[in-house]
Nanobody, 123 residues
Framework: QVQLVESGGGLVQAGGSLRLSCAASGRTFSSDRLGWFRQAPGKEREIVATIKNSGDTTYADSVKGRFTISRDNAKNTVYLQMNSLKPEDTAVYYC?????????????????WGQGTQVTVSS
């Protein structure tokens, strides 16, 4: 059974940092683009960052310069380092693997969604 399991969320004050992890099991994702998405209450799921197997990355404008995505293929794990957190970063964060061709930022391109991890940033 293929699973992606997120961890590392929590409650942090504005300006603080968190590091999210997403560990995969059941298959290797070393050849796949991996992505982090988030969904705030009452809002649609949105792309946060992606990383190709080559290490090339993409970021949403709202997190550029504050968040860093990375991966460790040996551990089949992708990370999201989040610095200078803002209250508007509050959301459930999900990781997923790009397995379809609807485009890098389209959630329909992604599968094997994890259960999500809650990030709450207080002001």
């Amino acid at each position: 059974q293929v699973q992606l399991v997120e961890s590392g969320g929590g409650l942090v004050q504005a300006g603080g940092s968190l590091r999210l992890s997403c560990a995969a099991s059941g298959r290797t994702f070393s050849s796949d683009r991996l992505g982090w998405f988030r969904q705030a209450p009452g809002k649609e799921r949105e792309i946060v960052a992606t990383i190709k197997n080559s290490g090339d990355t993409t970021y949403a404008d709202s997190v550029k310069g504050r968040f860093t995505i990375s991966r460790d293929n040996a551990k089949n794990t992708v990370y999201l380092q989040m610095n200078s957190l803002k209250p508007e970063d509050t959301a459930v964060y999900y990781c997923a693997a790009k397995i379809r061709g609807y485009g890098v930022t389209n959630s329909r391109s992604y599968g094997y969604w994890g259960q999500g991890t809650q990030v709450t940033v207080s002001s």
